[in-house]
């Protein structure tokens, strides 16, 4: 990402941030949608017990959710805002945190799981391979598979500084990274989120379990013939 753009969002989140303090409201959100947004995206899998990498965690509100169902996990979260940091880092001092580009931050170590949630919201230069090159570092450092949360085209924009993919079209991305890829838009209307699996043998998932077994008793039919 250009100097010039990680300036805009810094300054972007910063305003928030001195206006609204630690609140939903510094992260460009509306109140009471967090919910919702992280039941959807920690779907993707059994997390308990796994690494996550939270890229753009703000205060790590994803952490803390995880936390409250229940769910135990070794955490990493980065961030390009040190304010939202600090707060993270005194509301969870067990979890790890990094101020950093994610484009440009050498991460150290490898994780189960990647999550992205609101980072590409707003629009910047060259957005699309912004996105892109994220969406492939992620999946670069997870093992098992990466989340992520975007604005649909049919959210409700009067500033039209806001990033509204075609799902259609980053499906057809996402199959370039992986052939397993799950498209939600279940959830909420003005947004969607989609898995990327690095797994796809068969029998990881129920559905590809039935696939498998459904391939097995063709072919032990056929050979009754």
């Known amino acids: 990402m250009r100097e010039q753009d990680r300036k805009i969002l810094r300054n972007f989140y910063r305003d928030n941030y001195r206006q609204y303090g630690h609140s939903i409201k510094s992260l460009g959100w509306i109140e009471g949608t967090q919910e919702a947004r992280f039941t959807v995206l920690t779907s993707i899998g059994d997390l308990n017990g796994s690494s996550v990498l939270d890229v ?3 205060f790590a509100d994803l952490y ?103 799902p259609l079209e980053m499906i057809r991305y996402c199959n370039r990274l992986s052939p397993r890829v799950v498209l939600r838009c279940d959830y909420k209307p003005t947004e969607f989120c989609v898995y990327v699996y690095k797994d796809t043998e068969p029998g990881v998932m129920s559905a590809f379990r039935g696939f498998r077994n459904a391939l097995r008793d063709l072919g032990s039919e056929r050979g009754s013939r």
């Open 56 to 58: 753009g965690c703000g």
């Open 64 to 166: 803390g959710f995880l936390l409250e169902q229940g769910i135990e996990v070794d955490y990493t979260g980065i961030d390009l805002n040190p304010e939202f940091i600090e707060t993270a880092r005194t509301l969870y001092p067990d979890a790890t945190f990094i101020v950093g580009d994610f484009e440009e931050t050498k991460i150290p170590g490898r994780f189960d799981w990647a999550f992205e949630c609101g980072i590409f919201n707003l629009k910047v230069h060259e957005h699309r391979p912004f996105v892109e090159n994220t969406l492939r570092k992620m999946f670069k450092l997870a093992s098992r598979g990466i989340a992520a949360d975007f604005l649909s085209p049919v959210s409700y924009d009067v500033s039209g500084q806001m990033y509204h993919p075609d």
